[in-house]
């Protein structure tokens, strides 16, 4: 079998923190009077904290000093990973243990490409990290998505050609970053939105044993 590269976001792919961030950003937004809706942090997806933060600011109509702003940015990570430190393995989505197995039991190369600087520690606490050879995360890139750098180091550090390496990606930007790094990108979730995906698969529980090893063939 050939060997390709599989780079996972984490959020929204492998675990759903989605929620957690829900409820740490808005009771950021409603701490500083701003109304904050599930619509809203949608918009938030693969979006940086500091870009997340402006744009809740830019929502209410509000400005405050650089001061307070680094000290809102701590203060909803801290709430965040209060959740985070309560997860377990129950909270991987279905069948992505599946799918990890393959991988590993067929010798391919397989990475984390998240915008999370928490991904490390919510691997370990899933128990999914020694699943992956690499991971690049918030702590390791500079650019946002869709920007490719977090894929495009992915892809050397499991020394992997770009085109040689598939995506699997929940938000449109990282639906966008994959495509212009020119590799396979798979989206995960809704078929409406993430129409620039090469492959769009509801959950993993769509994506068949057989799939993965036509796309590893290609």
Request: aromatic share 8%; charged share 30%; glycine share 6%.
């Amino acid at each position: 079998m050939n060997t390709k590269g599989f780079i996972f976001d984490l959020d929204g792919v492998i675990v759903d923190t989605a929620k957690y961030h829900f409820l740490a950003w808005k009771k950021l937004a409603n701490s500083i009077d701003v109304d904050f809706n599930k619509e809203q942090n949608e918009q938030l997806k693969g979006v940086s904290r500091v870009k997340s933060l402006e744009k809740i600011l830019a929502w209410g109509n509000k400005s405050i000093s650089e001061d307070e702003f680094m000290s809102l940015m701590a203060k909803k990570n801290d709430d965040y990973l209060s959740y985070i430190n309560k997860m377990g393995e129950d909270e991987i989505l279905p069948d992505v243990p599946k799918i990890l197995n393959y991988l590993k039991t067929n010798n391919q190369a397989i990475a984390l490409g998240s915008a999370s600087k928490n991904a490390r520690k919510i691997l370990e606490k899933v128990n999914l990290i020694s699943s992956f050879q690499a991971i690049v995360d918030g702590n390791d890139v500079s650019k946002a998505k869709p920007d490719p750098e977090v894929f495009l180091i992915g892809a050397k550090l499991l020394n992997q050609k770009p085109e040689n390496c598939v995506v699997f990606e929940d938000s449109v930007a990282g639906i966008q970053a994959a495509n212009i790094a020119n590799m396979i990108s798979i989206g995960i979730g809704d078929k409406n939105v993430l129409h620039e995906a090469d492959y769009i698969f509801k959950d993993f529980t769509e994506i068949s044993t057989d799939f993965i090893k036509e796309l590893v063939k290609k």
